[in-house]
């Protein structure tokens, strides 16, 4: 196999603008109903709303943080709410589903979001029944990434040896935590982005395209 991966065994991979593009519009969606959600919360102006939305996130790591942390909201009933988005610009992915296919070892979903919302994307992209597990916000103890009590988590409940593990992400600080594990990481780049995380090394492979990516693993393994 192309030795910059031969070691792996578990493959983990982030879910939103990682397994679709960002030309499907989800998480455009997804602030507006958290900012819907805030508004009618605390019955206030969608700019108020929009502003409470952003400074949590920036202080608690989600909205969702802040909203529990400080006034006591249910997470299950929120992010019902919140993942109530339209996921028609989705479309199935059969060749990225055959390229995770034949990956050799474990496949797994490590998202900020929550399972049920994960497997309705996964469903509509065409990759149910793909991943061995979803650890979901609930099973981080709605501890987010980039928090690393949650990559512990991660790997002590579904028993990772972090060293022998590959996390594809598109948000690069929260490849991090999982570079100090020790974790190849994949950083997946889209346009205008920049990364964020004021961290020189924690980047092992930049790419834009997950499917591209893996084609090309593909190709090396078929040359060698």
């Not at 031969?6 to 990682?18: E, G, K, R, V, Y």
């Not at 605390?42 to 400080?70: N, S």
């Not at 990434?145 to 948000?171: M, N, Q, W």
């Given at each position: ?19 679709y593009p960002p030309e499907a519009n989800i998480m455009a969606q997804v602030r507006d109903r958290i900012a819907l959600f805030v508004q009618n919360h ?29 006034h006591g909201v249910e997470p299950h009933g929120y992010l019902d709410f919140v993942h109530d988005v339209d996921l028609s610009l989705l479309l199935p ?132």
């Open positions: 196999m192309n030795p910059a991966y031969a070691h792996i065994d578990t493959w983990i991979f982030d879910l939103d603008l990682t397994l605390f019955q206030i102006g969608p700019d108020e709303a929009h502003g409470i939305r952003y400074r949590y996130w920036k202080q608690y790591g989600t909205t969702l943080g802040g909203l529990m942390h400080e992915a059969p060749e990225l589903r055959a390229r995770i296919e034949a990956l050799p070892g474990r496949k797994l979903i490590f998202t900020n979001a929550d399972a049920p919302y994960a497997e309705r994307v996964l469903e509509i992209r065409g990759l149910s029944g793909l991943f061995e597990d979803v650890f979901d916000i609930h099973r981080m103890a709605h501890r987010p990434k980039p928090d690393p009590v949650s990559y512990t988590a991660l790997c002590a409940e579904l028993g990772i040896h972090a060293p022998r593990a590959l996390f594809v992400e598109d948000s690069a600080h929260n490849l991090v935590p999982a570079k100090a594990m020790g974790m190849t990481t994949i950083w997946v780049k889209h346009d205008g982005e920049a990364d964020s995380s004021g961290d020189d090394d924690h980047i092992d492979h930049e790419i834009t395209d997950v499917t591209e990516w893996l084609s090309a693993i593909h190709s090396l393994e078929r040359a060698t």
